[in-house]
């Protein structure tokens, strides 16, 4: 339901602000007159149009783990939903969070219950999210429930921050590289080479592909890169955006020793999410539904989907993985083990720390050789440029020798 942003007088002629929910501004505004507030602004939280519609603000990873571990902390002390989603709107230096939070509670205080009220935010709160706080709500174990969240978002967000930093100074070597390239290409290159163009002999192969990428950097190079930017943001705002991730994850999962990375990390949240699930004694079918929605590669998620869809006539879950190449024999062998012994939750879980302590390792691996490898290629490709200069000046002179 839309919402809007309020400014209004009270009985006693003191200014109010705040938020209110409702379908079209004329039922906000009667509405506001029924609690006797008089309106003076009234705004809606959602602008925009066409191709430029503004989206909602979505709340990180670490903010979206500290806010449900500071609820989690808040509820478990006893103190009401409402109040405590007020209390972390006040103490909270972001301001998604401060004014999500505010609206979560204002909606608390209207009747609504949390798993309801969090559907203001699908970006922030996505489908896994509003289920398990919906399973919470009827299983009476809403603070454990709380909890697991809380563990859960920390963990991705933990991954999410050691890949990102392990990222940062190969990134920053690339792009300064990228630069200095660009530059030579589109300055120091054309003036060099300009110098052979009286010369009355055929340049190297590799000095010729050189002027070739140097002139097409320099002219029509940028305006070939702009006009692509432009028409993959155009393709996403047109609705192709998962016929271009579809394109891009089926690449993707076929690149070697890369592909293990996506896998390992989507098929832990996927697990993960799964025995958190399933433990709240969320059917398997919608658990897994609402599941494979955490993994992010479309390729993958499509081969979990096609072949775990078949639990639903009958098959064991660790049937339906055998099927599947991309999942590990030892991970395929602990959910038949916990499907044995009754515990399938448990190992699901075991299986998710498996994985995760996996990729660690192997992130701590792939990032210790791709800082040198990306030295050595930024190395090769400037050591390229130069040798194509020097070339002809060597021929030039080799020439002259003969002569």
Wanted: hydrophobic fraction near 45%.
């Amino acid at each position: 339901m839309p919402n809007f942003k309020y400014l209004a007088i009270n009985s006693e002629g003191i200014k109010q602000k705040g938020l209110i929910f409702a379908e079209t501004s004329e039922i906000a505004n009667y509405q506001l007159k029924e609690k006797n507030l008089t309106p003076i602004k009234l705004q809606s939280r959602k602008s925009g149009f066409g191709l430029f519609k503004f989206s909602e603000k979505k709340l990180s990873l670490s903010d979206l783990s500290l806010l449900t571990r500071q609820l989690s902390v808040l509820s478990s002390g006893g103190v009401p939903l409402d109040k405590s989603l007020k209390v972390i709107s006040k103490q909270a230096s972001n301001s998604v969070m401060k004014e999500q939070s505010s609206v979560l509670a204002t909606k608390i205080e209207e009747g609504f219950s949390l798993s309801e009220a969090l559907k203001e935010f699908p970006k922030t709160f996505d489908n896994l999210y509003v289920a398990l706080i919906s399973a919470g709500e009827t299983s009476g174990e809403f603070n454990v429930l709380l909890e697991k969240i809380a563990d859960y978002l920390e963990k991705r967000s933990l991954v999410q921050k050691e890949v990102l930093a392990a990222l940062i100074y190969p990134m920053v070597l690339v792009s300064i590289a990228l630069v200095i390239v660009s530059l030579m290409l589109i300055f120091v290159v054309p003036s060099i080479i300009s110098q052979f163009e009286n010369l009355n002999q055929e340049l190297p192969l590799l000095t010729r592909w050189l002027i070739g990428l140097s002139n097409f950097i320099s002219g029509s190079g940028i305006w070939v890169l702009l006009t692509l930017i432009t028409g993959i943001f155009f393709l996403f705002k047109l609705g192709y955006k998962e016929y271009i991730k579809n394109i891009i994850d089926d690449l993707l999962i076929k690149v070697p020793y890369l592909s293990k990375f996506l896998i390992q990390a989507d098929l832990s949240r996927f697990l993960s999410a799964l025995s958190i699930m399933r433990s709240n004694n969320i059917p398997i079918m919608n658990a897994v539904v609402i599941s494979l929605r955490t993994v992010s590669n479309l390729s993958l998620q499509r081969a979990l989907r096609i072949n775990l869809d078949k639990i639903a006539e009958g098959k064991s879950m660790s049937s339906c993985l055998e099927n599947i190449s991309y999942v590990p024999p030892l991970v395929k062998q602990m959910v038949a083990s916990g499907e044995a012994s009754g515990s399938l939750e448990t190992m699901l879980a075991k299986s998710s720390d498996y994985l995760d302590q996996e990729f660690h390792q192997s992130t701590k691996v792939f990032m210790g050789l791709l800082e040198p490898l990306v030295v050595l290629i930024m190395g090769v490709i400037v050591a390229a440029i130069v040798v194509a200069i020097l070339m002809p000046l060597i021929q030039m002179n080799s020439t002259s020798l003969l002569n």
